[in-house]
């Protein structure tokens, strides 16, 4: 921009201003339209590497590098044409060239101003060494920096990837373990399994180990009583030969028959439970009137009674079907009601009950007899179990053992009450099942 300086300055005022201009930090050189240089002062002179003398009256151009030192007078002449500035007023960076011919970087600005009719140009040059230099080192460290961030995040990416890898990597070894732990599991259980079943086979055949031997003693004990006495009576019948010996003979032949129904219910009870236990015995279900069928086995039971003892019989279904099989439900009531004369003194009464309560059949057989000790209650379905209170009354053992399986085979269950000396009563419950 155009500065108009007053040129009536006082010397003192003249003085201070070549003072400032001449200890002014940033160089100053003043020129002529042309480019004369007109004015240096020591700063530039400084900067430049010359001599004030060397500079002052020769062209500017001296101080600036290819091509503007060529341009230089161009410019000058096309801004006093266009007054258009390009540097003028403006300010900017350009480069210096020292008397050595090196260059270097500076800021230039420039003011026209007016000296009365005349005009010069003042350029006011500040040094940018140290800055460019302060910038360059940014800048190398800026680079620097740059290429040390990409190559850390270069080693992250690959330290990530790689973390990854390994995550990934534990994770299917964590897989794989489970995996073995589940297989061992399986291994584990399949083997506890396999020594559970082993172990019960052991236990059954330890079990049918023992049920053979006592089935020998039982046997050998059960059949040899009725064979002796089978024997003798046939010895006694051959021997009684007249007539009037007919009532003894009589006697000896319902003993002989006596002792062989009692083998034959052995050899059934046996027979029952090997059947049982082989697991072939399947019901052959049959729709029945159910109160002809018990009272033809109670009736037919009548005859085992002991002397005095009465049967009585009380039931509530009349006309009513079931579908059982006869040869599961026989058995049942002629086991207990057995039992219930068996253990039952003479003159006692036994009672039969059989009722039919929604879709049930409740059997009750009650005796007055003598009862189950307490202790050996909780033992009386094991086979050939016997309490300790029968004394010589005959008996295997079997007979509730195999109730119970028929019981159970029909759906149903058993339990009993008893008092030692008093009486037990047996209590069956059977689902009823709908012919189909
Ligand atoms: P089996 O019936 O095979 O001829 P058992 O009568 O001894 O022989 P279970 O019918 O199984 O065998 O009965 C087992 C034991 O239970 C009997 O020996 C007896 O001690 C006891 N017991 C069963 N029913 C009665 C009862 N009504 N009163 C007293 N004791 C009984
Ligand atoms: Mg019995």
């Known amino acids: 921009m155009k500065n108009k300086i007053k040129t009536n300055l006082t010397s003192d005022a003249a003085l ?5 201009i001449d ?40 101080l600036m590098p290819a091509p503007h030192s060529h341009k230089h007078d161009g410019y000058i002449k096309r801004y006093i044409e266009t007054k258009k500035p390009h540097i003028i007023g403006i300010g900017r960076e350009v480069e210096g060239k020292r008397k050595d011919g090196t260059l270097f970087p500076l800021r230039l600005a420039v003011s026209e101003v007016f000296l009365g009719e005349k005009r010069i140009f003042t350029g006011i040059i500040h040094d940018l060494t140290d800055v460019k230099k302060a910038e360059e080192k940014i800048l190398k460290l800026n ?34 373990l489970e995996k073995e732990v589940d297989e061992r599991k399986t291994a584990e259980h399949a083997l506890r399994k396999s020594e559970k079943e082993l172990k019960e086979l052991l236990e059954k055949e330890k079990e049918l180990n023992e049920l053979k031997s ?52 052995v050899l059934n009870d046996f027979l029952s439970l090997s059947r ?3 697991g072939f015995v399947k019901p052959q279900q049959e729709a029945f009137l159910f ?14 009674l002991k002397p005095g003892q009465v ?9 009513r079907k079931v579908f059982f099989d006869k040869n599961f439900l026989r058995p049942v009531f002629f086991n207990l009601l057995s039992n219930a004369t068996k253990y039952t003194p003479p003159g006692k009464r036994i009672h039969c009950r059989v009722r039919f309560e929604e879709d049930l059949l409740k059997i009750t057989i009650k005796d007055e007899g003598i009862g189950i000790p307490k202790a050996d209650q909780k033992h009386l379905f094991t086979r050939f179990f016997r309490a300790h209170n029968v004394e010589n009354i005959k008996g295997t053992g079997l007979g509730l053992h195999i109730v119970r399986r028929y019981v159970e085979l029909m759906g149903g269950h058993i339990r009993f009450e008893s008092e030692e000396g008093k009486g037990t009563s047996f209590f069956v419950e059977i689902p009823l099942k709908n012919e189909n």
Do not use: W
């Open 214 to 265: 006592r089935f020998v003693s039982m046997a050998s004990h059960e059949f040899r009583t009725p064979l002796s006495t089978i024997l003798s009576s046939i010895e006694l019948v051959e021997a009684y030969q007249k007539t009037e010996q007919q009532p003894k003979r009589q006697k000896h032949v319902a003993r002989i028959k006596n002792a062989v129904n009692n083998l034959t219910s």
């Open 291 to 304: 109160k002809p069928f018990c009272e033809d086995v109670v009736d037919e039971f009548r005859e085992q």
């Open 16 to 20: 201070r201003l070549k003072a400032v």
């Open 23 to 62: 200890t002014a930090i940033d160089g100053i050189v003043t020129i002529d339209e042309k480019g004369i240089v007109e004015t240096i002062n020591p700063a530039a002179a400084k900067l430049f590497g010359f001599a004030e003398k060397e500079v002052v009256g020769k062209s500017v151009n001296m």
């Open 276 to 278: 049982l236990e082989e």
């Open 311 to 319: 049967l009585e019989y009380e039931g509530n279904g009349d006309g």
């Open 143 to 176: 680079l620097a920096l740059e290429a040390q961030n990409e190559e850390l995040e270069l080693k992250v990416s690959e330290r990530t990837d790689k973390l990854v890898e390994v995550v990934n990597q534990l994770l299917k070894t964590n897989k794989q």
